[in-house]
Nanobody, 120 residues
Framework: QVQLAESGGGLVQPGGSLRLSCAASVNISTLNDMTWYRQAPGSERDVVAVISSDGTANYADVVKGRFDISRDNAANTVYLQMNSLKPEDTAVYYC??????????????WGQGTQVTVSS
């Protein structure tokens, strides 16, 4: 089973930056879309950014222009560069991937996520 592990979260002041990493247990060139989600306390888990296998990226409107998703196939890692952070970006961030195995599309299980706190 493909597994992902998130890291890179922390406490940052408003206006600051963080880079999250999502390391895969397999060669990510074999994976389809890779997605960053976030979940704030009391809220649903929302899509933040998606990157396809060909590198096409899409973003939620609330982070467009501030966040950048990228994938490094050599490192088997997807990154989320977060700039101009706001208190409302505070959440646990998770990554997830779609892949094709044994004739069906599958999704990686949820990991523990990484906490991002934006506060002065």
């Amino acid at each position: 089973q493909v597994q992902l592990a998130e890291s890179g979260g922390g406490l940052v002041q408003p206006g600051g930056s963080l880079r999250l990493s999502c390391a895969a247990s397999v060669n990510i060139s074999t994976l389809n879309d890779m997605t960053w989600y976030r979940q704030a306390p009391g809220s649903e888990r929302d899509v933040v950014a998606v990157i396809s296998s060909d590198g096409t990226a899409n973003y939620a409107d609330v982070v467009k222009g501030r966040f950048d998703i990228s994938r490094d196939n050599a490192a088997n890692t997807v990154y989320l560069q977060m700039n101009s952070l706001k208190p409302e970006d505070t959440a646990v961030y998770y990554c997830e991937a779609e892949y094709f195995m044994n004739g069906t599309f599958r999704h990686t299980p949820w990991g523990q996520g990484t906490q991002v706190t934006v506060s002065s």
